[in-house]
């Protein structure tokens, strides 16, 4: 069984594909493997496979974790919230649908931060995930579920959201690769909302191949949401092996003194990895990205302040109140039933828009999020990709951080200007800094992830690093 879940999900699938290994047998030991949970990952699993249909396609018989914020029909679907307790979705989302039609099937359902909002999943109502290198540390958030499930070996893949890093932070914190498609390649159908003009689904892997092999299967565009539109041409599998010919820009405004040493270390190593394949590094400038974490934390907050007014407890989860009218079931079952974190930005969003603040605040905020995307678009003129460390240091000890939420905040602080421009990014893992990993950020032009792919995958080869450890 062990070698089993050793495998990739591109050589899992090849096997199951040439009838070498039975694709019943590779879900049983996958659900065998995620009964055995010790890290809060998963909030509702599989519990049998009587049913178990195989369905001929790319990801024929494979496994798929999917974090709580998509819904599943028939299944639990809580994005990490207590207001949600109980919900079972009368749909399912059309990128789990997707996977189902590649021929792949749901293992569990991934904890997460409330509604997505969090950089380390200690904002879940059902507890904070544990981070498989150090189990007194983060996993990072908010898809910090989904990410530690596939670096413990609890799940060969998972899909997650990236609203500010929410893929691209827990990834590199877990050791895994991480990636965030640009907006409107994947449908939001069916993936509950926190800021819609920035939520976007994404795929946590072991490695960049498998990670192709599921955006291929994702993306598309969806009659029921409006802003798909999916990735012109497909996706194919990364093959390069080297970097000759393409230039990668490292922006002097996001080299912050304040990026832990070993990060700092494993970013110009891997800046010399890239130079080795024949790669040439510039610097460039995107002088409005660091205000983006600024900009982020008014429109994030402000959508949100928009999607959650839906939790009413009047149609679905849970409703507190009491014999009292109207108004007074509304109040008690918000102040019960939602977070700190998920009020406070909620208040922050509602706020920003309120009559006399909005230009000041959402207003501004815009403008600035255009300046970023002008940055990107000048500062892809001159190079193929842009680059920085995934997240300013590794995965922070549970609890440190959680009193001072503007430290938390800055945990995005690379992360968070790229879906502001609306761009795809991936993060792989490049190293290890005392014994915990560290995460290398490659972002692209719009609809470039056929080529931010095949670069991650030449680097990944060269840099060759060991995820084993966090499987033991």
């Not at 951080?401 to 690379?414: G, H, Q, S, V």
Request: proline fraction near 6%; charged fraction near 20%; include cysteine.
């Amino acid at each position: 069984m062990g070698g089993l879940l050793e495998l990739t999900v591109a050589q899992a699938a090849a096997k199951i594909a040439a009838g070498e290994v039975s694709a019943e047998e590779y879900f049983a030991a996958w659900m065998q493997a995620a009964a055995g949970d010790e890290l809060n990952a998963y909030l509702w699993s599989v519990e049998n496979h009587d049913d178990y249909q195989v369905v001929d396609g790319p990801l024929s018989g494979i496994p798929v974790a999917v974090k709580d914020i998509f819904c599943t029909e028939g299944s639990p679907t809580t994005a990490g919230s207590k207001i949600l307790a109980g919900y079972r979705p009368p749909y399912t989302a059309t990128a789990v649908e997707k996977l189902d039609a590649a021929g792949a099937r749901v293992l569990g359902k991934t904890n997460m931060d409330e509604f997505a909002m969090g950089s380390s999943n200690e904002n879940s109502a059902y507890g904070p995930v544990l981070n498989p290198w150090d189990r007194g540390r983060v996993p990072g958030g908010s898809s910090g579920g989904s990410a530690a499930a596939v670096a413990a070996g609890l799940a060969p893949c998972a899909i997650g959201t990236d609203t500010g890093g929410s893929i691209r932070q827990p990834a590199s914190l877990c050791g895994i690769v991480g990636l965030k498609p640009t907006y409107g390649s994947i449908s939001r159908y069916g993936m509950i909302a926190f800021a819609s003009s920035l939520d976007q689904c994404g795929p946590l892997t072991r490695d960049v191949t498998d990670a192709a092999l599921m955006l291929s299967a994702l993306q598309g565009r969806d009659p029921c949401d409006s802003t798909s539109v999916g990735i012109e041409g497909g996706i194919v599998a990364p093959s390069r092996e080297d970097l000759k010919g393409l230039r990668f820009g490292v922006p002097a405004e996001l080299a912050r003194d304040s990026f832990e040493s070993g990060v700092r270390e494993n970013f110009e190593a891997t800046l010399g990895r890239i130079e080795e394949l024949g790669g040439e590094i510039a610097e460039v400038a995107l002088p409005s990205a660091e205000h983006g974490i600024s900009a982020y934390y008014v429109l994030a907050p402000a959508e949100a302040s928009s999607n959650l007014a839906r939790y009413d407890g009047v149609r679905y989860g849970l409703r507190s109140g009491g014999d009292g009218d109207l108004i007074e079931m509304y109040e008690a079952t918000r102040a019960e039933g939602f977070g700190t974190e998920v009020k406070r930005r909620i208040m922050l969003g509602t706020y920003a828009l309120s009559s006399g603040y909005y230009e000041a605040y959402y207003g501004q905020a815009q403008k600035v999020r255009t300046r970023i995307a002008e940055d990107f678009a000048a500062a892809f003129a001159g190079v193929d990709f842009v680059v920085t460390p995934t997240s300013p240091s590794v995965a922070f000890g549970l609890g440190e951080k959680t009193a001072d939420p503007l430290a938390m905040y800055l945990n995005d602080y690379c992360t968070v200007p790229i879906p502001l421009a609306g761009l795809p990014a991936i993060s792989i893992p490049n190293g290890l800094a005392g014994g915990l990993p560290t995460g290398f950020q490659i972002a692209g032009p719009a609809f470039s992830e056929n080529r931010i792919l095949d670069t991650a995958h030449a680097l990944e080869q060269a840099i060759g690093f060991d995820g084993s450890k966090a499987r033991a």
